[in-house]
């Protein structure tokens, strides 16, 4: 791993950014204040995230961003390895932050992604892809069920759209 050069004066959020600094110089990268202030709203939603909702969250500090740099902001975070990118059911993708392994159960009902932790052998498969000739695998597993909360009798469902928290979800597992 590349050392990174620190900043001087500035404190413990910082880190994040310097990875994110780092990555982006190693990949030959320009590091920007959009693209750092796009990777930190994502850390600070702390959820499963539309492109839209990031855009919103950013509005106060980048008024000049549109959708177009978002979603290229966050193509260019999963590219370098740093975001996760979920392609859900209804068609959409939604983002979170790859600071761990994990993959994803998402509701058939109300549409809710949570994180699942399970060793799985994905190598192999890209392996496989590879070997059939397949360039630039990358492969992500999301498992459709319906959630205890759309599956429990008289009790609320949940709004389509409302994020799963990181926190809640450990329980939904
Ligand atoms: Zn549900
Ligand atoms: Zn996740």
């Not at 975070?77 to 996760?84: P, T």
Request: charged fraction near 30%; aromatic fraction near 2%.
């Amino acid at each position: 791993m590349k050392r990174i050069d620190r900043i001087p004066g500035k404190a413990a959020p910082e880190s994040l950014q310097e990875t994110l600094s780092g990555r982006l110089r190693a990949a030959g990268h320009r590091v920007t204040p959009q693209r750092l202030l796009i990777h930190q709203a994502l850390r600070r939603l702390g959820r499963h995230v539309t492109a839209d909702e990031v855009l919103k969250e950013v509005a106060g500090e980048l008024p000049s961003v549109g959708e177009p740099t978002v979603y290229a902001t966050l193509d260019l975070l999963v590219e370098l390895g740093l975001a996760r990118r979920i392609a859900t059911h209804g068609g959409g993708s939604l983002y979170d932050l790859a600071e761990r392994p994990h993959h994803h159960v998402e509701c058939v009902r109300c549409r809710r992604v949570a994180d699942l932790g399970a060793e799985i052998d994905l190598d192999s498969l890209l392996e496989a892809a590879r070997a059939s000739g397949y360039r630039g695998a990358r492969v992500e597993v999301t498992v459709q069920a319906t959630c205890p909360e759309c599956a429990g009798e008289g009790r609320a469902r949940p709004a389509p759209g409302s994020g799963q928290d990181r926190r809640t979800a450990s329980r939904v597992l």
